[in-house]
């Protein structure tokens, strides 16, 4: 496995040694059993995956290279460099300037950047768009580009099936930066929508079948789909790719129906395909005359960590803690799997921790912070399920669980609780 050079303040001397204590003892990651922290009167079950993933060391290593690289020039992030706003702070605090917001919108014009400038490609990568835009100036993008290697996994998945006469459906969300670039590089290849959720798939089913009218279909899916798109010829032979951060089984289920639906309506049909069948799928069982296999575009770091949750979530617990920035996408979905068991708390850091009595918090539906009373329930011991998302620092987790166990006079020190993980 590789090994990041990241700034140690992002690390931890608590979570950091834990995880390697469970990798160490877990090569083939096969356990997703919670690890157990007793402090006494609060114990902790920690999540078996979480926290940054290897695309998010990749991006924070290239970045933090390009500052020390390049003294006395300007440096410029496309975008948030991940979801989190602890790095993303660090970063601007050092100079780093964002060209764009994470949804797109321009906060410094391109036209003020000179070939002397250094651009940095967050993570999610951008569209090709951008792409020509930055190189036309004669910037060198692709030094510094921290395109996660999964994203770019799922852009050339989309342009094989391409290249095989399939359309692309995206399942994703439409406005999320990584969204935006796989649509982008997905389009070049192939004809291609966006699905936000299973409820819009199921709209979308309607266009395959004819049930619905071909132009509804324009404004039901306004800026979802590629330039050119014909629902009457383009939904006849699909396959999806994912946003690598939606829940892997959302993104299984959508696959799972449109394939049903594809063999219902095509398969039992005399209409015409775009091309002739091959002679294995004519009668095929798996279907691929209609709809392309993708199942290996889905993130091994999102799958673990959502894996980690549901096992997570089969031991009892008072409460659900989540840590992670409030518009990271792979983070909502893990406070999305907590808050139908249990009550959970969406928190960007120890900060939120007001009190023993009061926390600051995200609600998902509103999206604003609140305030909770008597969050810390008055039962001892205290049971609290830990985890948090894949681009959020082992740091910020350690700070919450410290925070907490401070709230108990009477709680074990640290030292003691960690010396069953040494070694």
């Known amino acids: 496995m590789k090994s990041f050079n990241i700034p140690d303040y992002y690390r931890s001397t608590v979570i950091t040694p834990l995880k390697e204590f469970r990798r160490k003892r877990d090569k083939l990651k096969r356990d997703f059993t919670p690890t157990l922290l007793d402090f006494g009167p609060v114990r902790f079950h920690i999540a078996r995956h979480f926290g940054f993933c290897y695309g998010v060391e990749n991006a924070v290593e290239i970045a933090y290279k390009a500052i020390a690289e390049n003294p006395g020039k300007r440096i410029f992030l496309l975008s948030e460099m991940i979801h989190n706003p602890d790095v993303n702070a660090d970063l601007l605090s050092r100079g780093v300037r964002f060209l764009m917001d994470t949804g797109g919108q321009q906060l410094i014009p391109f036209s003020e950047l000179t070939p002397d400038d250094v651009v940095i490609i967050p993570a999610f990568g ?3 768009e951008t792409y020509g835009q930055l190189s036309a100036i004669g910037l060198d993008i692709e030094k510094y580009d921290t395109t996660c290697p999964f ?11 391409g290249q095989k006469n399939y359309t692309v459906v995206v399942h994703g969300k ?42 509804e279909f324009y404004t039901e899916f306004s800026g979802q789909y590629s330039e050119g798109f014909d629902p009457t010829r383009d939904l006849k032979r699909i396959g999806v790719v994912n946003q690598t951060t939606m829940l892997a089984s959302d993104t299984q289920g959508i696959a799972d129906y449109l394939k049903r639906v594809m063999m219902d309506h095509f398969a039992q049909s005399a209409e015409p395909t775009l091309q002739p069948l091959p ?69 960007e850091s120890e900060q939120k921790l007001l009190s023993r009595e009061l926390i600051r918090h995200f609600d998902l539906h509103t999206k604003e912070e609140i305030v909770t009373e008597g969050y810390l329930l008055p039962n001892e011991p205290l049971t609290i399920l830990l985890t948090c998302g894949a681009s959020c620092p082992d740091a910020v987790v350690e700070g919450i669980l410290t925070r907490i166990v401070s709230f108990y006079p009477g709680a074990k020190p640290i030292e003691e609780v960690m010396k069953d993980f040494e070694g």
Not at 151 to 161: D, H, L, R, S
Not at 195 to 204: D, G, I, P, S, Y
């Open 151 to 161: 994203v770019e996994k799922v852009w050339n998945k989309a342009a094989q099936i």
């Open 174 to 215: 439409p406005s999320h930066e990584e969204t935006r670039a796989t649509f982008s590089h997905s389009k070049e290849a192939a004809p291609t929508v966006v699905v936000k959720n299973m409820a819009q798939t199921e709209r979308l089913a309607r266009y395959i079948t004819g049930e619905a009218p071909a132009e």
């Open 126 to 128: 951008t569209t090709l």
């Open 279 to 347: 002679l294995a799928s004519a009668n095929g069982a798996n279907g691929e005359e209609y709809f392309a296999n993708t199942r290996d575009t889905l993130c091994y770091a999102t799958n673990d960590n959502q894996d980690a949750t549901y096992a997570l979530l089969r031991y009892p617990a008072h409460l659900a803690i989540v840590a992670g920035g409030y518009n990271s996408s792979n983070t909502s979905h893990i406070v999305d799997l907590c808050a139908e068991r249990l009550p959970t708390y969406f928190i």
